[in-house]
């Protein structure tokens, strides 16, 4: 199975927006929820939000700021982050849900200034 690849991340200001996308194979996309966690330095991995078909679910610490969303034509996953804090501050990486370590892509990372 091929990785996927995040894109988007950058460094921003407090308050300020950034969109993450993830390019998935076409026999993942299809047959699999996928959704986007973050790894901050020191800190274990967290799940961020999910997508089922289009039913969606968020972290409560993202709920209301970040939107995930799929493109079916480009097999893509989008993360729509806004009200950017701090401590949003990771490495971001789309996977399955539940996570599989065996499909694990680089990430992206996302630094917040305060």
């Known amino acids: 199975q091929v990785q996927p690849v995040e894109s988007g991340g950058g460094l921003v200001q407090a308050g300020g927006s950034l969109r993450l996308s993830c390019v998935v194979s076409?026999?993942?996309?299809?047959?699999?929820?996928m959704g986007w966690y973050r790894q901050a330095p020191g800190k274990q991995r967290e799940w961020v939000a999910t997508?089922?078909?289009?039913?969606?679910n968020y972290a409560d610490s993202v709920k209301g700021r970040f939107t995930i969303s799929r493109d079916n034509a480009e097999n893509t996953v989008y993360l729509q982050m806004n009200s950017l804090k701090p401590e949003d501050t990771a490495i971001y990486y789309c996977?399955?849900?539940?996570?599989?370590?065996?499909?694990r892509g680089q990430g992206t990372q996302v630094t917040v200034s305060s």
């Open positions: 076409r026999i993942i996309f299809r047959f699999n929820a």
């Open positions: 996977n399955k849900v539940p996570w599989d370590n065996y499909y």
């Open positions: 997508i089922i078909s289009d039913r969606t």
